[in-house]
Every structure is written in C-alpha cells, then in structure tokens.
C-alpha cells in the first residue's frame, strides 16, 4: 500500500477512454503533487473507487458500454459525496450543461487549458472534504438520535418546533416538571447544550422529516 493510499490522502479518478489524455491528465495531476488514478471505463473505475478516501471525478461524456451520465446517476445514488466534474468534446456540451443540472460540480472543454483544470480540481476536492463532513455529522445525527425512546422523540419534535416547555407538556398530557426532566434528558443524551444545537442536530439527523404535515419549521425565514 502506498504512503498516500494509507495516509487516505485525497484521489483524482480520471475516467476516459482516450489512453492519450488519461495519461496526459494523470502526469499533470501527479507533477502537482495530487494523487491520480486512470481507468478506462466506468466498470474499472467502479471496481477500483474507494469511497473511505475523499476524492473527485474527472469524467468523460462519451464512453464504450456505461457512458458519463449513467455513471453519474449511479454515483449520485450510491456516493452523492464525490464531486464530478465532465470533460467534453465541443459537440458534447449540450449533454455536460445537462449533466450539470443534475448535480454535476462543472465541465471542461478539450482540450484542456491546464492551469483552469487544476483549479477546479482543488476546488471539488475542498467540496468533497465539506461534503463527507457534512455526511459525517448526518449519521453521527441519526445514530444519537436512534437511542432516544419514542417519548423523547416525541419531546424532541415539539422542541424543534418551537414550543415551549409548557407547551410541551400540554400536548403531551404531562406535568411541566416532567417535561422539564425530558428535555433535559435529551440534552444530555444527544452531548448539546442549547436549544439551537438540538434543532441543528435534528435537522441533521433528519427527525423534522418525520414530523405531521403541517408543523411548524423552526428554521429562520430567509
């Protein structure tokens, strides 16, 4: 294993069926100091993907068997984290606009204009680190939050739409002391120490999707 691939250093998959411009891209990429990888076609980069890296995509539009856009309605499934970027040929870029559209980060035309692509790249791959980030704290949401008993979800979802204590314990049919005694057991369990943070972890974990059609956002108007 290399000192990189065990370090979990960041990696530029380069997807094309040109062996010409896989190389090209991966010798550029490398002489930055980036770590690259060559495939290509979309089954061996599937095959070879290691989605406990962070990382970005560059793509070709058109390729034998799986082409780029199938590709990346699959990643967009599967690792919505990875962030794509297409390379096109000048009649393709009806398809890249249409690839952005769906989640895309951009595109570049061939042939490249080398200074241009590397700054996308450190771009997507400040993007891809901010995104398994946010993926982290999503599931460190959603495991704290599975360890609540459904009285406590029930107290949650009431807090996190914005009612009070004593509003709490009217619709829950329990005394205030009681509902004091729930949110402060929520607080502790879910490791906050305020209201804000537990309407942040809870629109991390997801628990405002769960609430009756209707409820109250506590979010902010813009």
Do not use: N, W
Request: proline letters at 7%.
């Amino acid at each position: 294993m290399s000192e990189a691939a065990s370090s979990g250093a960041p990696v530029i998959y380069v997807v094309d069926d040109d062996p010409g411009v896989r190389r090209s891209l991966t010798l550029l990429l490398r002489a930055e100091g980036l770590e690259a990888q060559g495939h290509p076609d979309a089954e061996s980069f599937l095959a070879g993907y290691d989605p406990q890296r962070p990382g970005c995509l560059l793509l070709d539009v058109r390729m034998p068997g799986m082409d780029g856009l199938e590709l990346q309605r699959r990643l967009a499934r599967s690792h919505p984290e990875l962030p794509v970027i297409f390379m096109t040929g000048h009649g393709d870029v009806p398809m890249a606009v249409e690839a952005m559209r769906r989640g895309a980060l951009d595109f570049v035309e061939k042939p490249f204009e080398h200074q241009a692509l590397l700054a996308r790249v450190r771009e997507a791959l400040t993007l891809a680190v901010r995104r398994r980030e946010e993926l982290a704290r999503r599931r460190l949401a959603r495991s704290l939050l599975a360890g609540l008993s459904p009285r406590e979800r029930e107290v949650l979802r009431l807090v996190v739409q914005g009612r009070l204590t004593k509003q709490v314990a009217a619709e829950l049919g329990i005394s205030v002391r009681t509902a004091e005694v729930h949110r402060a057991r929520l607080l502790h369990k879910l490791g906050v120490s305020s209201t804000p943070e537990l309407v942040r972890l809870a629109l991390e974990g997801g628990i405002l999707e769960e609430a009756p059609a209707g409820a109250e956002d506590p979010r902010p108007a813009p």
